[in-house]
Structure formats: C-alpha cells, structure tokens
C-alpha cells in the first residue's frame, strides 16, 4: 500500500465492469480499481450522480495530496485541475489521455470555433503542468511535446486479466445467416452508415450493432440490427455467436495515428477481423504477430466486404496463441506500474533530456 493520499477527477468513478458502456471507460475503469487496491486514500472528484465532491476540491489544494485526471472530465473539473496545479506548481499532476480534441473533428461535425479553441487551450496547458502523462499510442507524441521534467507512458490498449480465456463458441450451431458485428461508438463520420447500406445488399450475413448511437441515425433493414449499448460484462457472450467482427473506421490523419481502446477485445474474440488499414492498429496488431487474424480493407465497398467474408470463413485462428501474445498487455499490472512510477518518482529528479522522458508499459 502506498501511503499517499489522491484526489481521482474523473466524470464519476466506475467500479464496476457492468458500469463499463463505451471504449473510453475502459481506461477509467482499472485506474479507479488500481488506485483503491494500491493507494492508502483515493478521494474521488465526484459523487456516483456526477455532483461535485467537495471534499476532493478541499484534499486537491493540500500541498501532499496527488491528482490523477481521466482526460477528459469536463471543463468545471479541468479548470480546478490548472487552479491546483498552480498554487502547488511543484507537484504538478498525473494526466491519463486516450482522445486530444482534435479527434472530435475527425468523428463528427467540427464543434463551434469559440468553443473548440477553449477546449483547445486547456488542452495544452494541462499538457503543460501535468508531471505525469499516460498516452494510449506513442504516436500521439506528434501532437505535443514533452517538457524536460514530464514523464511520459505509453500505455496501449489491453485486456482484463480475467478476461484472457477461450469463450465457448457458438459458432457450430446452425445459423440461417452467418453474423457480422460491430461494437464500439456509431460516430464514426458516416462510416457506419455506410456499412449498413453495403449490409443491405448482402446475402447470407446480419450485421449486429452494439454502442451508443450519439446522434447517429442507424436504420435497421431485415439484416441490419441495432443491439444498443451494453455493458462490458455482457460483451462476451454476444462476441461467441459472431462469425466475423468489422472495425470499420474512416481514413484520416488522426485516427491513422491512434488506436481504438476496444482493439485488445477485439482480437481476444480470436474471431476473423476485418478492419482498415490504418497505422496504428496494423502497427499493433503487428507488435502482437498477429497479422494471421485480421483482413484489411481500404474502401468499404460490396464487392470489397464480399471478398473479405468469405476469406474470413476460411481463416485458421488459434485461440491459445492469441491469448498468450495478449497477455503481456493485461491492464492490471500495467496500471499498478504505472501508480508506482506516478506516485512515487518525483519529476524533478529525473533525469535531464531534450524531451521528457518516455517508457512504455
């Protein structure tokens, strides 16, 4: 146990894997539980309803109190962050980063211009005073640089250790339509439309979709079916019955230099994955060797899906070896090495470099 005291500012702690609902609270998830298990007191920013703590406001001013901030978690709590970090500028605070702003554009409509240069400045200047920063691809360095005194990790998308087994399959029970999922955000700029419409005209496969629509409008035809947002604890047990699982993101600059949080779960279905070819996931799934898993498709067109299916009916995936490259990237004590580095190294010690020092857990 480590004698610290920290303030957690997150929109509201998730304790629980059935609290989980999208990719982003994956992250948020293991490092409440890693805190609570390694910290001797974790003080969490808001309440279960999202009210303000204010408890935590007082704790966070305390000179010995460390902050740990899930970015992002609202301005409110954003602007206490910088307010805290400045009148105790020398211990700065621990930021755990999976999206910058920039990705917003990138998914959807561009916010309005006053607020995404608001947002766009606190960005930065938690960039700046953070001592610790927890990056989800290394290549989201090429949006900032680190100061001489920052400590950076690199913390890639990763599995649950209990979640590291074969699933039974279903996939032997005959099925008048083989079945095709998709899970994770519906805002994908038009991309999941697009691959609903191409759905429509194929015959023999469904495509289930599970997620939250945030504004997307999804049309269910007689193969097309939206499942809705479900808990993480349930992702299980639908993953069994696919036959094939589709990861299809649009191309552009930002996405091709970052990861989706889900690509861990993705690949522990050991299940065919069709996917764009974008860097950072055939980057990953490179790192992993386990190109032998995944098809890549860079225009989502039926002619393209087609040939794809049916190259996936006839990969040989092993589970087993799957499960073993995986292992090494089980969030638990990735997260716990990170509490220690984070809590216990005192930034100003490290050693002197032209950019912050950078390690990958």
């Given at each position: 146990m480590i004698e610290k005291e920290v303030v957690f500012i997150d929109w509201a702690p998730i304790s629980s894997k059935s609290d989980i609902r999208f990719g982003g609270h994956i992250r948020r998830y293991y490092a409440w539980i890693t805190l609570n298990k390694m910290v001797d007191s974790v003080t969490p920013f808001r309440k279960d309803r999202?009210?303000?703590?204010?408890?935590?406001?007082?704790?966070?001013?305390?000179?010995?109190?460390?902050?740990?901030?899930?970015?992002?978690?609202?301005?409110?709590?954003?602007?206490?962050?910088?307010?805290?970090?400045?009148?105790?500028?020398?211990?700065?605070?621990?930021?755990?980063?999976?999206?910058?702003?920039?990705?917003?554009?990138?998914?959807?409509?561009?916010?309005?211009?006053?607020?995404?240069?608001?947002?766009?400045?606190?960005?930065?200047?938690?960039?700046?005073?953070?001592?610790?920063?927890?990056?989800?691809?290394?290549?989201?360095?090429?949006?900032?640089?680190?100061?001489?005194?920052?400590?950076?990790?690199?913390?890639?998308?990763?599995?649950?250790?209990?979640?590291?087994?074969?699933?039974?399959?279903?996939?032997?029970?005959?099925?008048?339509?083989?079945?095709?999922?998709?899970?994770?955000?519906?805002?994908?700029k038009d991309a999941i439309p697009k691959i609903i419409k191409v759905f429509s005209e194929l015959k023999g496969w469904e495509l289930h979709l599970i997620g939250l629509k945030e504004g997307e409008e999804i049309v269910e035809t007689a193969n097309v079916k939206y499942l809705g947002s479900v808990s993480h604890d349930k992702l299980g047990d639908i993953i069994s019955d696919a036959d094939v699982i589709l990861v299809p993101y649009p191309k552009n600059e930002y996405l091709d230099r970052t990861i989706p949080i889900k690509l861990g779960y993705i690949l522990n279905s050991y299940k065919p994955i069709i996917t764009t070819k974008l860097s950072g996931m055939s980057d990953y799934i490179s790192r992993l060797g386990l190109e032998a898993n995944v098809i890549y498709m860079d225009e989502w067109s039926l002619d393209n899906l087609e040939k794809a299916l049916e190259k996936a009916q006839h990969l040989d995936i092993d589970a087993e070896k799957t499960i073993e490259r995986l292992r090494h990237l089980a969030w638990e004590p990735r997260f716990e090495n990170a509490v220690e580095i984070a809590l216990e190294m005192d930034p100003c010690q490290l050693e002197d470099a032209k950019i912050g020092s950078v390690q990958e857990l």
């Open positions: 999202g009210e303000i703590n204010w408890k935590a406001i007082h704790r966070m001013l305390a000179k010995d109190t460390r902050i740990w901030v899930e970015y992002g978690c609202g301005r409110e709590a954003h602007l206490f962050v910088l307010l805290a970090s400045f009148i105790r500028p020398k211990k700065g605070f621990i930021l755990n980063v999976h999206d910058f702003v920039v990705q917003q554009r990138d998914y959807d409509k561009e916010a309005p211009f006053i607020k995404r240069i608001s947002l766009q400045i606190i960005e930065r200047v938690l960039l700046r005073r953070a001592s610790t920063i927890i990056l989800a691809w290394p290549r989201l360095l090429d949006y900032f640089t680190p100061k001489k005194k920052q400590k950076v990790l690199i913390m890639v998308p990763g599995v649950g250790e209990d979640e590291l087994f074969v699933h039974p399959s279903n996939n032997k029970i005959e099925k008048a339509r083989k079945i095709a999922l998709y899970f994770g955000s519906m805002r994908r």
